[in-house]
């Protein structure tokens, strides 16, 4: 059973930093891709930071680009969300999601749209704040 759990939300002032992590549960992550979206009061869900298990590759929406990293340790079958300089608007819901199985080409195009509609699997999400 593929399940993903998120942690390392929490409350941070503006300009401070969190890092988030998503750990794949029953399964192995190697072939997936897995992105980091989220979810804002009374907003839809948005703001995709998107990685491929199989080569590393990445994505960014431009919300977050520049301020947010994606990374992956296999070993841990787990990937990070680094986010720098955080801002009140970034108050969200953050979940993590998984597409696959699938070949190293097909996470590849995954990762290049990092689409929420294109995710198979999704964590249960963890709360942001950011605030004064």
């Known amino acids: 059973q593929v399940q993903l759990v998120e942690s390392g939300g929490g409350l941070v002032q503006p300009g401070g930093s969190l890092r988030l992590s998503c750990a794949g549960s029953?399964?192995?992550?190697?072939?997936?891709?897995i992105g980091w979206f989220r979810q804002g009061p009374e907003k839809e869900r948005e703001g995709g930071s998107c990685i491929s298990m199989s080569d590393g590759s990445t994505y960014y929406a431009d919300s977050v680009k520049g301020r947010f990293t994606i990374s992956r340790d296999n070993a841990k079958n787990t990937v990070y969300l680094q986010m720098n300089n955080l801002k009140p608007e970034d108050t969200a819901v953050y979940y993590c999601?998984?597409?696959?199985?699938?070949?190293?080409?097909?996470?590849?195009?995954?990762?290049?749209?990092?689409?929420?509609?294109?995710?198979?699997?999704w964590g249960k999400g963890t709360l942001v704040t950011v605030s004064s």
């Open positions: 029953g399964f192995t992550l190697d072939y997936y891709a």
């Open positions: 999601a998984a597409n696959g199985p699938g070949t190293r080409a097909q996470n590849s195009i995954v990762v290049t749209t990092c689409g929420s509609h294109g995710m198979d699997h």
